[in-house]
């Protein structure tokens, strides 16, 4: 039965006169039972404070009585309260215990997970996919990674694909039924006021913009789809990750095993299938946004009591025998090919194509390499300057501008930074602590390189 677990009077709160105040108090209340932080027993009076604090949010507080009682009907916030509790206490939905004095409260925890999933039907909305594919593809690599010791947080990872899935059939059939709900209303502003506060507040996905870019949720599904894979494939995986869902949910290996199979191919069927789920949703979401869309036009090129001048006229000619001709009723045509709205076309995706890795010529590679080292030569840091002195200075105290040598382009770019040596920054100082470059006035021409000032390099005693 799947009611077996709750009082008969369980639902006898919600389907009375007084509903409304209940199901404000008992949403409330969940946020009450809720705080894991602190203890789920509640005493008496906190319970009944948290009712009162929800009755201050109603608008209009009264009390209809669904069958005669002895006591009066309530007058203040705190009379309201306490008819309240006795109601949820007396249909199932609090449990009172009693020590000594204090009267303690609690939920049992059929009754609290029957109110979460209420409270969570009634806050159902905008789900984000990105963190969902993150979070199953963090447990697979888990898995991967240690099997034996983290192989159970592949069950995590199928339930979360599950939940998935679950929840692109919701958005599919909200989509739906929405739909059929707003084509069968002939009112405009329902139409358009109902697009923006069921589809767009309620059904739509958070981060359903980013489905069609490079940086979408799904751009994880192949790394997920080949790590399931390899499980399956692997029988030393399947094996150590059978034997940690054994250890963890104490069942044979057999069963176990069937288990894991069992959560792979869950995910499998979630992943493989995602693309023409969507295409789907995203179908049923065209034709909704185009049916609003319409109407908005409609509505913004309609002129104001139109409707009702033309059902005047309608009217005064119902009452001749024959049909008057009617001059100048309007300045403009009432209907014309101007008044077929122009649907915007769906833009459809690119055929698919297959890509070849294109190739590259041996003669490009080579200049490629040489641009590189190149560049790389060209570049000037500490270390080379502190090279490039120790192989010039040898053992020498110090040394003239024109006795030292170049050779090679590293060469030219240490030689022709010696003289800014003092302008490197914090990481030169290791070469100014080992050497110092006294300059003249006089300009030499070096190795027929470059022109500068005169200098010899003295290493520091």
């Not at 009611?3 to 209940?22: M, R, T, W, Y």
């Not at 025998?321 to 459809?348: D, F, H, I, N, W």
């Not at 010529?361 to 090279?387: C, G, M, P, W, Y």
């Not at 027929?448 to 000032?453: A, D, K, L, T």
Request: a neutral charge; proline letters at 3%; hydrophobic letters at 40%.
């Amino acid at each position: 039965m799947l009611f077996k677990h709750l009082p008969d009077e369980i639902f006898q709160a919600l389907s009375g006169s007084n509903k409304q105040l209940v199901e404000a108090v008992l949403f409330d209340l969940s946020d009450v039972f809720y705080d894991y932080a602190e203890d789920p027993i509640k005493d008496k009076s906190t319970i009944i404070e948290a009712i009162e604090d929800s009755l201050h949010k109603v608008d209009i507080l009264s009390w209809q009585e669904d069958q005669k009682e002895s006591f009066e009907s309530p007058k203040t916030i705190h009379d309201y309260a306490l008819r309240i509790y006795h109601r949820l206490v007396n249909t199932g939905w609090l449990v009172e215990e009693q020590e000594l004095y204090r009267v303690s409260v609690l939920m049992t925890p059929q009754i609290s997970m029957l109110l979460k999933s209420l409270v969570e039907i009634s806050r159902h909305g905008k789900r984000n996919y990105g963190a969902t594919v993150l979070s199953i593809l963090s447990n697979l690599e888990s898995v991967a990674l240690s099997p034996l010791e983290r192989g159970v947080t592949l069950n995590q990872a199928a339930a979360a694909a599950r939940d998935f899935s679950a929840h692109l059939n919701q958005i599919l059939l909200g989509i739906r039924s929405l739909q059929r709900e707003l084509f069968a209303s002939r009112d405009p502003k329902a139409i358009v006021s109902g697009f923006f506060e069921l589809f767009v507040e309620g059904i739509l996905i958070a981060d359903y913009k980013t489905l069609k870019t490079s940086n979408n949720p799904f751009r994880f599904r192949r790394q997920i789809l080949e790590l399931v894979q390899n499980f399956l494939a692997d029988s030393d995986s399947l094996y150590a990750i059978s034997q940690c869902y054994s250890e963890q949910q104490l069942i044979s290996i057999e069963k176990a095993q069937a288990l894991v199979e069992k959560d792979c191919r869950a995910i499998l069927q979630t992943f493989n299938n995602i693309e023409q789920r969507l295409e789907r949703i995203d179908e049923y979401r065209y034709r909704l946004e185009k049916r609003a869309a319409d109407t908005a036009r409609y509505m913004d090129s309609s002129r104001p009591g139109m409707a009702t001048k033309i059902a005047n006229i309608i009217t005064n000619v119902a009452r001749h025998e024959s049909v008057p001709v009617l001059k100048q009723m309007l300045g403009v045509k009432v209907l014309g090919m101007e008044s077929a709205a122009t649907p915007s076309r769906r833009r459809e995706p690119p055929a698919p194509r297959v890509v070849t890795p294109a190739s590259v010529s041996e003669n490009a590679i080579k200049i490629r390499d040489a641009q590189r080292r190149f560049h790389e030569a060209r570049q000037v840091t500490v270390a080379k300057l502190q090279s490039y002195l120790q192989r010039q200075m040898t053992e020498l105290a110090e040394k003239h501008i024109t006795e030292f040598s170049i050779n090679s382009v590293e060469d030219f770019v240490c030689f022709d930074h010696l003289r800014y040596v003092g302008s490197l920054g914090v990481n030169a100082k290791i070469i100014e602590n080992e050497f110092e470059i006294k300059f003249s006035e006089q300009y030499l021409d070096v190795h027929q390189f470059v022109e500068c000032r005169e200098f010899v390099v003295v290493r520091r005693r």
